[in-house]
């Protein structure tokens, strides 16, 4: 008998004479928590700016570096950025918009199956889209979409570009983000780089993720030609 059984047995012995509740098995929960900290109106269309302040305030102070750009200045700014950082090779998502990078000079690296974690470990960036950020938490998500790539994609290489398109994929809490998200796919929640501090506190980053994270903040242009935010 394996060890599972085992408890499993003790559970049922030790439950045998506790009488069976008539309820039915699917009782509706009730959610009637907050769904939001933010005032009233916060989400609504004519305060996307705020939400996407917001987000970037958050951002910052994960120590993630946030842009901002709007769609036309986005492959410039990802050429500049790959640029300043030296970058020789950039990992890319097969969904990658391929206009994204038109100006980048590095050389591109596919996301392949059969790339093994060494191989990935000496890729210099990787740029992604994601599947939704979340302002008051200022957590980006990824699921492994065609602009996203496979999870370890994102955990491997020590610098992580990740784009987000606002207001469109900007939303104010996590049960918000939730209800847009399948719980089905691979789910990775990014709140900053990594970091991980030891028992006396010095924080150590780069363990379990990317030392450097940039997040690009793509802004729909305003009615009048501006930048939304």
């Given amino acids: 008998m394996s060890g599972r059984e085992t ?15 008539e309820a039915p098995d699917d009782v509706p929960v009730p959610r009637e928590y907050a769904r939001t900290h933010l005032p009233s109106g916060t989400g609504t269309a004519g305060a996307a700016g705020a939400l996407t302040g917001l987000l970037a305030e958050n951002l910052a102070d994960y120590r993630a570096v946030v842009h901002r750009t709007g769609a036309d200045g986005l492959p410039l700014l990802l050429c500049r950025l790959l640029a300043a950082r030296g970058s020789a090779t950039v990992l890319v998502p097969p969904g990658l918009p391929p206009h994204w990078l038109k100006a980048a000079d590095p050389v591109r690296v596919h996301d392949r199956a059969a790339s093994t974690a060494r191989e990935l ?26 602009g996203q790539g496979r999870r370890r994609i994102t955990l491997i290489p020590d610098h992580h570009i990740c784009v987000v398109r606002a207001p469109e994929q900007v939303v104010a809490s996590v049960p918000e983000a939730l209800e847009r998200l399948d719980p089905a796919r691979p789910l990775t929640w990014i709140s900053g780089p990594s970091a991980t501090s030891d028992i006396e506190l010095d924080r150590v980053e780069g363990v379990h993720g990317p030392r450097t994270l940039e997040v690009v903040l793509v802004q729909e242009a305003a009615p009048g030609g501006g930048i939304a935010g």
Avoid at 10 to 17: G, N, Q, Y
């Fill in 7 to 21: 408890v499993l047995g003790r559970i049922r012995r030790a439950l045998r004479d506790v009488p069976r509740s």
């Fill in 121 to 146: 470990d000496s890729v210099d960036s990787v740029v992604t889209g994601c599947a939704v950020a979340i302002a008051e938490t200022g957590t980006i998500v990824l699921d492994g979409g065609p």
